[in-house]
């Protein structure tokens, strides 16, 4: 069984300051991890994902997370936020030979002061 | 080239009356993905497709939610006798089929049962 929790439901960051968005997973198997963005009435797009290879997984718009086994971790990062980063975050996981069906967490609303 | 289409866009509905929500892939794209996304839930995984044969309904939530995909491209997720409790935004995702490929999704159906 798999499962995924995002930590905080809304995290809200000044322009320019770092966003650090959390999650972390169960998995039986080797994960592969994935993080989506959901813009306002818009359909969910890749941000990036972690398979096989280096742990350090960079992805669209400066965002960039690391896998961390040990941990069971896969947090997003961005060094400086901007107003276009405003937007829903979902962390997701699936396994090998599970034909690749993603399992979500609850996603996490990301605010961005001016 | 076009992204995953769904439609209707917005579907409107009476409790009891069943509805058929519609699924455009990408052209070529072998694995086909339903997923449905409400605010107690989250976004669930419902089913999955490769090709037109559907190895994995394991999130269907019950008898009255059934889909089919005919010659390996548009796919239909019914749901019969619909209740409240199924008014949710549907997503629609498909992918190449490799192991663990980006799924795009498209811009979902939203369904409000009165």
């Known amino acids: ?114 | 080239g076009a992204g995953v289409s769904q439609s209707p866009s917005n579907k409107v509905t009476e409790k009891g009356k069943d509805v058929e929500l519609r699924c455009d892939p990408i052209s070529g794209h072998t694995a086909l993905y339903w997923y449905r996304q409400s605010l107690g839930q989250g976004l669930e995984f419902l089913i999955y497709f490769q090709g037109n044969s559907a190895p994995d309904k394991s999130g269907l939530p019950s008898d009255r939610f059934s889909a089919e995909r005919t010659g390996g491209s548009v796919s239909t997720l019914t749901i019969q006798r619909t209740q409240q409790e199924d008014s949710a935004v549907y997503l629609c995702a498909s992918s190449t089929g490799q192991r663990n490929n980006e799924q795009f999704f498209g811009p979902g159906t939203r369904l409000t049962v009165l």
Not at chain 1, 37 to 66: D, H, M, R, S
Request: glycine share 10%; net charge neutral.
């Open chain 1, 1 to 114: 069984a798999q499962s995924v929790t995002q930590l905080g439901s809304h995290v809200s960051v000044s322009e320019g300051a770092l966003v650090l968005l959390r999650c972390n997973y169960s998995s039986s198997v080797p994960p592969y991890l994935f993080w989506y963005v959901q813009y306002p009435n818009q359909g969910l797009q890749l941000l990036l994902k972690y398979t096989t290879g280096a742990t350090l997984v960079k992805g669209i718009n400066g965002f960039e997370a690391e896998f961390k086994k040990s941990e069971t971790s896969f947090h997003l990062t961005k060094p400086s936020a901007h107003m276009s980063d405003a937007a829903e975050y979902f962390c997701a996981v699936s396994g090998a030979n599970q034909g690749g069906k993603l399992i979500f967490g609850q996603g996490t609303e990301l605010s961005v002061k001016p």
